[in-house]
């Protein structure tokens, strides 16, 4: 069954420094997203993206935040300068269309943790 | 503020009986609503979706329910197994175009035990 894949699946890095997590999403979705999860909390969204451009973003994705799709096969998600609360688990997702009403299909994560 | 709430952080069911899941929500109408199954390390994985003309969906030994005047959706697995334990989490839509963002709860963490 066609997944989505995430490297690196653990990053460290020291606060301050730019992170490029990369994604894999499902080939023929259209739809993509990043969440992140604090350890102990909940999934909580960031952003979503469809046809080369941001759909939907939270109060989370501020201005340290970027999300590009570099090629027709990744999916990456940028943190400019990091801060210690930016560790976290970082999970991306594709849906096939219409998006809405469709199941989210999640890859297994980066690990972040910021020194 | 849009709220979703699980029924509790924990819950230990008997293997072989029904576990029963609940998601509460207020400040929302959502057109659908999902429940994904998640284990320690992993991502979620999706397990059902109940649209809000939908009252209740099966599959295999799963069960969803969606009560839209209550803001209820409830979580059944029947003949529960070992193999069942994991964080079970409800996820709710925005309202708005095509790539809606989910909103999760927090989760229930169900142990069935042998």
């Known amino acids: 069954e066609p997944e989505v894949t995430q490297t690196p699946s653990h990053q460290v890095t020291q606060m301050g420094q730019e992170v490029i997590l990369r994604c894999v999403p499902i080939s023929n979705h259209l739809y993509f997203y990043w969440y992140r999860q604090i350890l102990g909390q909940k999934v909580e969204f960031l952003v979503s993206?469809?046809?080369?451009?941001?759909?939907?973003k939270s109060e989370i994705f501020d201005d340290q935040f970027s999300v590009e799709r570099p090629d027709g096969s990744n999916f990456t998600l940028k943190i400019r300068s990091t801060k210690l609360e930016d560790s976290a688990m970082y999970f991306c997702?594709?849906?096939?269309?219409?998006?809405?009403?469709?199941?989210?299909?999640f890859g297994d994560g980066t690990r972040l943790s910021i020194l | 503020s849009q709220k979703i709430e699980q029924n509790s952080e924990a819950l230990n069911i008997q293997e072989g009986k029904t576990a029963t899941l609940t998601c509460n929500y207020t400040n929302y109408s959502p057109a659908y609503l999902q429940w994904y199954r998640q284990d320690p390390g992993r991502g979620p994985v999706f397990l059902l979706l109940?649209?809000?003309?939908?009252k209740e969906k099966r599959k295999e030994r799963l069960k969803v329910t969606f009560d839209t005047t209550l803001k209820q959706s409830l979580f059944h697995i029947t003949a529960s197994q070992p193999a069942d334990s994991a964080t079970y989490l409800c996820?709710?839509?925005?309202?708005?175009?095509?790539?809606?963002?989910?909103?999760f709860g927090k989760g229930t963490h169900l142990i069935i035990q042998p």
């Open positions: 996820a709710l839509d925005k309202t708005g175009g095509g790539a809606d963002g989910l909103t």
């Open positions: 109940i649209r809000e003309n939908e």
């Open positions: 997702a594709s849906s096939s269309p219409p998006g809405r009403n469709q199941p989210q299909h």
């Open positions: 993206f469809y046809n080369n451009e941001i759909s939907e």
